[in-house]
């Protein structure tokens, strides 16, 4: 067997685990001196390249495991690991999957606050990782007219996401991370029952997040979707969570300037062309 074809075999056992096909790979393995033979061997690279992707997984799913519990989140993850083998030279990619798979596996698509859990860690993890860019201050908004204010469209940081959560999901993750390195979270607004909005971002190259009222996650859906400033002031007016005044929208989009939401400002002519741009 050539040395690439033992290197292709061996790595394909670690990805795979072990099966009938681990033959001529063991074949060539010798025994060690100590006496342990070349099934042991393999055994001992497969089992610890298994473990390794469990700690990644269980490194970013803290509030996951504390939800679940020891026992539940090792079976969890041991399934994943045999239902979606590592295909990426970067953990990160692996890791990521978690909640993708919770979402189709029988067991745990029922689950909400175990898919909340994941979905709003995963949300982390990507925006830990999302791309550089500056934010904007408030004071971009002074380049532009008051006349120019109704068509104000906003661009977001990449890692920005809006998440609808199971009630409870940030306090549990809050105390799940109590005893580790403190999150850049700021002030939480009252949980609404039944569902609990979430916005998480990157700012100063940490992961952060915060809950929403329900008022606030539409404007700012609407806003990340490119609407323009004035039709989100006409769509808060009527929404089903009731009337949101200019002042409190005004106060909305000072926040995700100073949170560090914002990398861009620009106008949207009638024609939905632009003009006089404000970015990073």
Known sequence: MKLADFQSRFQASLLGGASDADGPLIEKIK????GATPETLLGVYQSGYRARLADFVSEDHPGLRALLGD??????????????????PNARWFTTG??????????WRDDVHALSMARFERAMTDAFDSADETPLSVQALADFSPQDWPRLVFAFHPGVALLELAP???AAYAAAVSEEEEEPATEDAPAPEGVEYVAVWRVDHESAYRRL????YVALCEARAGRAFGDICQMAAFQQSGEMSPERLAQCLTGWFEGGMIVGVRVEDEDHSSKTPSSA
Not at 31 to 34: G, V
Not at 98 to 107: A, G, T, Y
Not at 213 to 216: P, S, T, V, W
């Open 31 to 34: 025994s060690s001196p100590r």
């Open 71 to 88: 026992e539940d989140f090792d079976a969890l993850v041991d399934a994943y690991i045999n239902a979606c083998p590592a295909r990426h």
């Open 98 to 107: 978690l909640s993708d798979f919770m979402r189709e596996d029988q067991r």
């Open 168 to 170: 409870g999901a940030l």
């Open 213 to 216: 009222e329900a008022d606030e």
